[in-house]
């Protein structure tokens, strides 16, 4: 398990690495919530998402090694590339073929190879162990890794510097490194804190394996929320029993509550988020998602959205 020093090493690790991002109220979705709603604006972090957190953590803390390699939807393979950049080593980044191209773009913008294998992450995962075991690359997972976990928990350990008084943080989940690390960080401050974890209906790895009791494998599905795609591995070593210990509640949003979210923050409170950042705005707006037992915290995890798709979804009505 990941520890609260774990995670405050990781913070002074990546400090000067990463930006502090900004906490801000949002009147509009207060009003529906029903209480005091504040939107942690890490869309706003460099490389538009908070995987440069555990990406940094992770890569600072390697030994030598031939360049690094992982398997990412997008996100993270990003995160590393700018992490390794800055510590002069190759990256080759590996990616399913469901990938956004303005994801692809970003990571050779970044001086990285964008590898595209396979139709779904599993099978670009299998590539970057192969980098691993052949090539002497360190593979930096997406999420199920203690340094990438701590890494991420330091978005919890800032979320509440900025809201002490904080009663539930609403994390949108994946793999599970955010909300392992987040909720690590946030119940060793504060043991009452609320943490939600909210996915796409549409091939929710994390809440199938939660409901199995070990995970399982789920067909990857297209959804708006592709930041929030692909599996948790058969093999889960950490984020499936953190999330399981850790999660208080889970919600599942259906492609049309994940778009009224995003159109919502553009509109009403002026932030530009990528799908998978949009599921707590869109769970207040479903009516799944209240503030009624004191502030709500809304994780704004990313911002890599090609804005052709964005202008799309704002021009769609529902
Ligand atoms: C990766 C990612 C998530 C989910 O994080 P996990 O650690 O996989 O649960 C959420 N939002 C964005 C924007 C992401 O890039």
């Known amino acids: 398990m990941v520890t609260r020093e774990d995670i405050e090493a990781a913070a002074a690790r990546i400090d000067g690495m990463i930006r502090r991002t900004p906490m801000k109220p949002s ?23 908070f ?13 030598k090694v031939a360049g690094v390699t992982t398997a990412s939807t997008g996100n993270h393979g990003r995160a590393l590339a700018h992490a390794a950049r800055q510590l002069g080593l190759p990256a080759v980044i590996c990616v399913s073929r469901l990938v956004p191209q303005n994801k692809l773009d970003a990571i050779d913008a970044l001086g990285a190879e964008a590898r595209v294998i396979g139709a779904s992450q599993d099978e ?7 980098l691993e075991r052949e090539e002497g690359f360190a593979l930096v997972p997406p999420f199920d890794h203690p340094d990438v976990i701590a890494g991420q928990g330091t978005l919890g350990l ?4 900025q809201l002490p008084d904080a009663a539930a943080l609403a994390i949108p989940l994946s793999g599970g490194g955010l909300l392992a690390g987040v909720a690590a960080a946030a119940k ?20 199938a394996s939660l409901a199995a009791g070990h995970p399982v494998e789920v067909e990857e599905l297209e959804t708006l929320a592709d930041s929030l795609g692909g599996g948790i591995g058969l093999d889960n070593r950490l984020t499936f029993a953190m999330c399981r210990d850790l999660m208080d509640d889970l919600i599942l949003l259906t492609e049309a509550e994940i ?19 949009a599921v707590g705005a869109g ?21 890599n959205i090609d804005p052709a798709r964005h202008a799309a979804i704002l021009g769609e009505e529902t």
């Open 124 to 130: 670009a995962f299998e590539e970057a162990r192969r």
């Open 51 to 63: 995987k440069l957190r555990g990406a940094s953590n992770a890569a600072a803390r390697l030994g």
């Open 27 to 49: 009147p509009s979705l207060s009003g529906l919530a029903g209480g005091p709603v504040w939107l942690k604006c890490e869309h706003h972090q460099e490389t538009g998402a």
């Open 188 to 207: 060793a401050l504060r043991p009452d804190i609320r943490i939600v974890g909210i996915s796409m209906e549409r091939g929710a790895a994390m809440a």
């Open 259 to 277: 778009a009224s979210g995003l159109r919502h923050l553009a509109r009403k409170d002026g932030e530009v988020v990528e799908g998978a950042a």
């Open 283 to 303: 769970a207040i707006l479903a009516g799944k998602l209240r503030a009624e037992n004191g502030p709500l915290v809304l994780l704004l995890s990313g911002g």
């Open 158 to 161: 800032e979320s509440l510097s």
